[in-house]
Antibody
Framework: QLHLVESGGGVVQPGGSLRLSCAAS????????MHWVRQAPGKGLEWLAA????????YYADSVKDRFTISRDNSKNTLYLQMISPRLEDTALYFC???????????????WGRGTRVSVSS | IQLTQSPSFLSASVGDRVTITCRAS??????LAWYQQIPGKAPTLLIS???TLQTGVPSRFSGSGSGRDFTLTINSLQPEDSATYYC??????????FGQGTRLEIK
């Protein structure tokens, strides 16, 4: 069975830091690009970042560029999102998602985790 | 690229046929997907490339369109179709963009 499980969410103060993880199982993690998407309370989906299957290419939404860093450890089948200096508006449910084509950086998402909740609050 | 979905909310009965539209601010060929998000769960991919039904998705779901205008049609609504539906474009990226969502309520 294919699974993505996010973790690491919680309450963080503005200006703090938090690292989210996404553990993959049931497939060859190193064959697929991975993305992060978030959903603010009561809002729609917002794409945040993309990372190539080998970790060499990363792209970000303007809203998180220079504050968040996407990375992966293929030996641990895990994707990460390092959040630096989060803002109140970063409060959201954070999903990791698998790009559904072998080694493509962009395609539709065929597998999502259930999300991890981040609350930025002083 | 901005995607505008309509309506934002839709209420229909079991057995009805419903249509959700997604309009792109520029032409995006057929590079559009539809996702279903049941409350409390992760989104799931229903349709890719505007009209390709994903494996395991019931045939009552269908997608059409190209360029700027797209539709998701659900025939013979079932109670389990109660969800929010999002379109997503993959023609111009980054960034990938989503529509604002359409909440479908089954009466």
């Amino acid at each position: 069975q294919l699974h993505l499980v996010e973790s690491g969410g919680g309450v963080v103060q503005p200006g703090g830091s938090l690292r989210l993880s996404c553990a993959a199982s049931g497939f060859t993690f190193s064959d697929y690009a991975m993305h992060w998407v978030r959903q603010a309370p009561g809002k729609g989906l917002e794409w945040l970042a993309a990372l190539s299957y080998d970790g060499n290419y990363a792209y970000y939404a303007d809203s998180v560029k220079d504050r968040f860093t996407i990375s992966r450890d293929n030996s641990k089948n895990t994707l990460y999102l390092q959040m630096i200096s989060p803002r109140l508006e970063d409060t959201a449910l954070y999903f990791c998602a698998r790009v559904g084509r072998y080694q493509l950086l962009y395609w539709y998402y065929d597998l999502w985790g259930r999300g991890t909740r981040v609350s930025v609050s002083s | 690229i901005q995607l505008t979905q309509s309506p934002s909310f839709l209420s229909a009965s079991v057995g009805d046929r419903v249509t959700i539209t997604c309009r792109a601010s520029q032409g995006i060929a057929s590079d559009l997907a539809w996702y279903q998000q049941i409350p409390g769960k992760a989104p799931t991919l229903l349709i890719s490339a505007a009209s390709t039904l994903q494996t395991g998705v019931p045939s009552r779901f269908s997608g059409s369109g190209s360029g700027r205008d797209f539709t998701l049609t659900i025939n013979s609504l079932q109670p389990e179709d109660s969800a929010t539906y999002y379109c997503q474009q993959l023609h111009y990226y980054p960034p990938i963009t989503f529509g604002q969502g359409t909440r479908l309520e089954i009466k």
